[in-house]
Each structure stands twice: as structure tokens, then as C-alpha cells.
T-cell receptor, first 117, second 111 residues
Framework: GAVVSQHPSRVICKSGTSVKIECRSLDFQATTMFWYRQFPKKSLMLMATSNEGSKATYEQGVEKDKFLINHASLTLSTLTVTSAHPEDSSFYIC?????????????FGPGTRLTVL | GQQLNQSPQSMFIQEGEDVSMNCTSS?????WLWYKQEPGEGPVLLIALYKAGELTSNGRLTAQFGITRKDSFLNISASIPSDVGIYFCAGQFGGNEKLTFGTGTRLTIIP
């Protein structure tokens, strides 16, 4: 159990276009999902917390108009990188919160590698 | 954002050796987690610790939640080639709250 998928796994786009990344919890419902960004050989940095049915909470320094998050159902959150630029190239990873018997655990997706040309 | 300090940054060991790494924070956490990440993949949860002083094992892995709640360590016994990867610690205040990740320890096994 507790499987999280991401789609696409890799995407290459031209500068100025928008890219949507999907995060799905496959075998459980997640009212809360998280979006992280990871640069090569660096740790994961939290971008935002996505809550089903409400607005996402963004970390300091993350532009909410640049990184649009929609958590429309209990199994799906999307991250849209708008007007992407080369500096947005990165590895984007989501996690979904699985709550069982008062224990909450984050399970991570396999990541999406975005390359902006 | 805040990051936890992990040491060592990288390790080169021979197969069969034991591995020890730790994670320290200037803040208290209520939960400590250890993840492993392989290239091009997301982190996979190895061990979760929920109580100060707790010592938990998962196969050849053992982790402890420091008494001060500001540190944790992970040991891997009798390392094997598939242990290669980057190990991250993560701290959490509440169960449904965000994770703060460590800087990572890259483990390489020398044949």
C-alpha cells in the first residue's frame, strides 16, 4: 500500500510555456500533499503544502503565481509551472500524507524531471 | 528554508562494513524519519521514530531518536551493494506537518 505516482516522469519544454505535473495517491486518499523541489546533489526543499478543497500554503520565497497548485480530489494534486524558464529546470517531487491509526506518514512519488530549454 | 545538518556528507566503504550517520538540528522535532533516495527516484521511507530515546530496527537498519529531540542517527550493518544511495534524515513537528530534510549522506560501496 501507500503508492504515489507522478506524471510525467520527464518533460522537456521551451522557455515561456507552461507545464503541468500530476501527483496521485493510488491506493489511499490524501487530504494533504506536498510539493518539493530538488537541485542536483542537493536536498529536498519544500515548495508548498496542498490541501484538498482549499488553497495551497506556499513556503517563503516560492511564487504562488509561478507555481500553481490544485488539489481537486482526495487522490490528485497538480503543480503547474507557468511561463517556465531555464532556471525552473529541476527535479520536482510530491508526497502524499497517509493517515492510519493516528499516525501520519508522507509517501513520495518517483519525481518529475523538468528541463526548460 | 531550514535544513538539518547530516554527517558525514559522503562515505566510501567496503561491502560488509557497518555504516553510521547522524543528523542534528538546532530545533526540537517530535518525529524523526530516515529516507533513502536512489538516482532519479523519490525518497523511500526506511524508519520512522516517534518518541525521544526510541530505538527502532528495520532489518539491517537501526535508528535512534535522540533524547534531546534535536538529533538522530542511522546505522546500517553488514552493508551490501544495494545499500548505495543518498540517505536523508527528516524532522517533523506534528504528524501532518511539513518535513524538514537533512543535507543528505551519499553512500558508495567499494567492491
Amino acid at each position: 500500500g501507500a503508492v504515489v505516482s507522478q506524471h510525467p516522469s520527464r518533460v522537456i519544454c521551451k522557455s515561456g510555456t507552461s507545464v503541468k505535473i500530476e501527483c496521485r495517491s493510488l491506493d489511499f486518499q490524501a487530504t494533504t500533499m506536498f510539493w518539493y523541489r530538488q537541485f542536483p546533489k542537493k536536498s529536498l526543499m519544500l515548495m508548498a503544502t496542498s490541501n484538498e478543497g482549499s488553497k495551497a500554503t506556499y513556503e517563503q520565497g516560492v511564487e504562488k503565481d509561478k507555481f500553481l497548485i490544485n488539489h481537486a480530489s482526495l487522490t490528485l494534486s497538480t503543480l503547474t509551472v507557468t511561463s517556465a524558464h531555464p532556471e525552473d529546470s529541476s527535479f520536482y517531487i510530491c508526497s502524499a500524507l497517509w493517515s492510519v491509526s493516528s499516525t501520519d506518514t508522507q509517501y513520495f512519488g518517483p519525481g518529475t524531471r523538468l528541463t526548460v530549454l | 528554508g531550514q535544513q538539518l545538518n547530516q554527517s558525514p556528507q559522503s562515505m566510501f566503504i567496503q561491502e560488509g562494513e557497518d555504516v553510521s550517520m547522524n543528523c542534528t538540528s538546532s530545533s526540537i522535532f517530535n518525529t524523526w524519519l530516515w529516507y533513502k533516495q536512489e538516482p532519479g527516484e523519490g525518497p523511500v521511507l526506511l524508519i520512522a521514530l516517534y518518541k525521544a530515546g526510541e530505538l527502532t530496527s528495520n532489518g539491517r537498519l537501526t535508528a535512534q531518536f535522540g533524547i534531546t529531540r534535536k538529533d538522530s542517527f542511522l546505522n546500517i550493518s553488514a552493508s551490501i551493494p544495494s545499500d548505495v544511495g543518498i540517505y536523508f534524515c527528516a524532522g517533523q513537528f506534528g504528524g501532518n506537518e511539513k518535513l524538514t530534510f537533512g543535507t543528505g549522506t551519499r553512500l558508495t560501496i567499494i567492491p
